[in-house]
């Protein structure tokens, strides 16, 4: 997924992410350990993940969507990826909101995520 924000014509503009935090790297990295189970391939790469913001106090805020609103993980993803975030030495605390606007579409994913699901 490229670090420029997705949007739809009418939805709210998604904050950009803060890529020049030093922790930013590992906590793309971080939600590359996490897959939505119906799917091979990393929540980060599908394209899921459209903010990571990070403050001066090294708070993660991260906003993120799902492939569909019925996902029947969408209760835990976040958990998930909060689980995976927080272990990273720095991080103070770690929150994760979902949205709906705008909605995910295929051509959210990586180039990685598109060859990994035979669609290159």
């Known amino acids: 997924m490229s670090d420029a924000n997705p949007q739809l014509e009418g939805a709210p503009l998604i904050a950009p ?41 090294n708070a993660v805020k991260i906003i993120m969507t799902l492939t569909a609103p019925g996902c029947p993980v969408a209760g ?23 949205t709906w606007e705008p909605p995910w579409g295929m051509d959210m994913m990586s180039d990685e995520a598109r060859l990994e699901l035979g669609f290159m």
């Open 17 to 57: 992410s803060s890529t020049d935090h030093p922790l930013y790297d590992q906590v793309v990295e971080a939600c590359r350990t996490v897959y939505d189970p119906e799917i091979p391939v990393n929540i980060y790469d599908l394209g899921l993940i459209y903010t990571i913001d990070i403050d001066a106090e």
């Open 76 to 98: 835990d993803m976040p958990g998930w990826i909060a689980d995976a975030v927080e272990p990273l030495a720095g991080v103070k605390q770690v929150d994760v909101d979902l």
